[in-house]
Nanobody
């Protein structure tokens, strides 16, 4: 089994930055991919970014965050990070991380195939 815990959310002004963390723990030693998702009130969940746990460390980003967000991994700590810069009001959402055991990261927009989900962390961008 695998448990995911997100942290790092908060309130920032437009143009500010936040760094989200997703820490994995449990009996499962590895996973195929970690994805970051977000859901704003009244909207469906959307994929933000993903990263593979494989040697290639492939990554992908939603068009709306390219150039502003960066996903990275610290395998020793079983932690995946999402560095969010130049935040916009429309980035406001609950951000979730999820682990896929049997597939790699190909498209950030893909939501299927994730086996474990964290509880989410709130990101609010407001002036």
């Amino acid at each position: 089994q695998l448990q995911l815990v997100e942290s790092g959310g908060g309130l920032v002004q437009p143009g500010g930055s936040l760094r989200l963390s997703c820490v994995a723990s449990g009996l499962i030693l590895d996973y195929g991919a970690i994805g970051w998702f977000r859901q704003a009130p009244g909207k469906e969940r959307e994929g933000v970014s993903c990263i593979s746990s494989s040697r290639s460390s492939s990554t992908d980003y939603a068009d709306s965050v390219k150039g502003r967000f960066t996903i990275s991994r610290d395998s020793a700590k079983k932690t995946v990070y999402l560095q969010m810069n130049s935040l916009k009001v429309e980035d406001t959402a609950v951000y979730f991380c999820a682990a896929a055991l049997f597939r790699l990261c190909d498209r950030a927009s893909r939501t299927e195939g994730y086996d474990y989900w964290g509880q989410g962390t709130q990101v609010t961008v407001s002036s």
